[in-house]
């Protein structure tokens, strides 16, 4: 591939990526707003410690229901109105999400002074946010993925997942920076309105370049529209190699209809259980209460927080490793080194908490434990659902299998609180029981990838799809040997 096309694709894949940067940056500006939310709409309604809980946590987790509801309309938005429609659907969302729950008050009344009468708005601008989430993580990589050519795509779709951590990393410096601005008084009133609404600059950002760049050619196909993909295969793989290209993929798209079990079931399930792994290790239940862990480990509130950045900082840098080496070393061997990481780490983080030896030593298995997710489950799913269905189920089998990631993200968020504030097990455990868990889902996590998962490095999207058909060939194969 020339240079000139490879800066074509970079470029593309930089505007699609914006997606993943706001997927983090949305999820994670709610962190630095917790307080001041409970301060402004919980507080004043005087309920009881647990009636409280519930709402507050109802109110900062709403967004993950809207996460559900964008991946499940996603397949639909970018099969029917296109990939790049799709995403720009998503960062106007994001966008009337941002400045909605910033000033839920708008249209409604006084702002700053509607208290608890605000809540619902807010509730509902944070779900539309959420539902942006939802759509950009599906779509984002769906559409690196089918304007990349096989012998990069790896790297191009593992850069959506270092946007998400950027993102993040983001995100919490910006709401640093906008509480250091002025008193907490200042804080409760006005930082964390205008913390929600700085989502809204990369989100115009997003919507802005999106004008620019064209749909990807599968999808062209899939419209009938075989011209303009030839016209988009060219500009990127070459005059030479666009029609052999174009042939496979009006091939692959016609050899079977798009009745979601046309392949039959393994495809989707494996697809499905890549998405539910990934949240059955507990990796957001150590992002999301990384301080409350370290805490539980006896740290003060501002080395909490300090080793928070840390484990940022880890998953950043091995996000990085994840892109140099998922087209060198292929898929399935980086998912099975990185559940070896991440067992190893919990189950010696379950057992520094039972044995109360807390300090350095638990930072370290932490630590590990990010890098291992990081260089593998983190950036290797999102590159497998993107690249291992055939095109003509693509769009429905990756929002099936997005729901169920998020549906998982969501259980796990809950159940970690539960599990930690269970006093029989933190009697029995010290607050290490869960580490247990995460520590036995990431051996199951390494057996799954050995048995099922095939692996697709360096193959075209269209020669997956053989994998499939090889499947099936097996299974009649074996069934005529069992009558036999």
């Given amino acids: 591939m020339s240079k000139s096309n490879t800066g074509l694709v970079v470029a593309l894949t930089f505007v699609a990526t914006l997606g993943g940067l706001l997927f983090g940056y949305d999820t994670a ?15 004043p309604q005087h309920l009881s410690q647990t009636a409280a809980s519930t709402l507050s946590g109802w109110t900062i987790s709403s967004a993950l229901f809207g996460c559900v509801l964008g991946s499940g309309v996603a397949g639909w938005i970018s099969s029917r109105l296109g990939r790049k429609r799709g995403l720009m659907i998503a960062a106007l969302m994001f966008l009337l999400g941002s400045i909605g729950s910033a000033v ?3 249209g409604l009344g006084v702002i700053g002074r509607m208290g608890p009468a605000a809540l619902t708005p807010f509730i509902c601008y944070r779900i539309l946010g959420g539902m942006g989430v939802g759509i950009a993580s599906m779509i984002s990589p769906l559409y690196i993925a089918e304007i990349a050519p096989s012998e990069i795509r790896g790297r191009l779709v593992s850069c959506n997942q270092l946007a998400i951590v950027v993102g993040i990393l ?13 008193t907490h008084a200042w804080y409760l009133s006005t930082a964390w309105r205008v913390m929600l609404a ?26 009938g529209r075989s011209e303009e993909a030839l016209r988009q295969l060219a500009r990127v793989n070459g005059e030479a190699a666009a029609p052999g290209i174009l042939a496979d993929i009006e091939r692959t798209l016609a050899v079977r209809s798009g009745r979601l079990l046309a392949f039959g079931l393994p495809v989707l399930a494996i697809g499905i259980l890549l998405s539910v792994f990934q949240q059955l290790v507990g990796i957001n239940a150590v992002l999301y209460y990384a301080p409350l862990m370290f805490r539980n480990m006896g740290a003060s509130t501002n080395s909490a927080f300090l080793q928070t950045v840390v484990v940022g900082a880890a998953n950043l840098l091995f996000t990085f490793v994840a892109i140099a080496c998922v087209d060198r070393l292929g898929r399935k061997p980086l998912l099975v080194i990185g559940s070896s990481a991440m067992a190893a780490a919990m189950f010696a983080l379950g057992g520094l908490f039972d044995a109360h030896a807390l300090g350095l030593w638990a930072l370290v298995a932490v630590v590990a434990y990010i890098a291992g997710f990081a260089l593998s489950w983190g950036p290797v799913v999102w590159v497998l659902l993107a690249e291992m269905f055939p095109n003509s189920i693509k769009s429905k089998a990756m929002a099936i299998a997005v729901a169920a990631q998020w549906l998982a993200n969501l259980f796990v968020s809950w159940s970690f609180k539960v599990l930690d504030g269970n ?3 933190n009697a029995h455990f010290n607050h290490g029981f869960a580490y247990w868990i995460y ?17 697709t490095k360096g193959r075209t999207l269209e020669s997956i799809q053989e994998l499939w058909h090889a499947h099936r060939r097996g299974d009649r194969l074996a069934s005529a040997e069992a009558l036999d």
């Fill in 423 to 425: 006093g029989w097990l």
């Fill in 198 to 223: 700085s989502e809204s600059v990369p989100a115009l950002l997003f919507l802005a370049l999106l004008f620019f760049v064209p749909d990807t050619p599968r999808w062209f196909v899939m419209r």
């Fill in 439 to 455: 520590g036995s889902m990431s051996v199951l996590s390494a057996a799954f990838v050995l048995r099922f998962v095939p692996e």
């Fill in 170 to 182: 983001l995100v919490y410096f910006v709401n640093w920076f906008i509480q250091s601005l002025g």
């Fill in 29 to 43: 500006v709610i962190s630095g707003a917790v307080g001041a939310i409970d301060h402004y709409f919980i507080d």
């Fill in 104 to 106: 839920p008050e708008l």
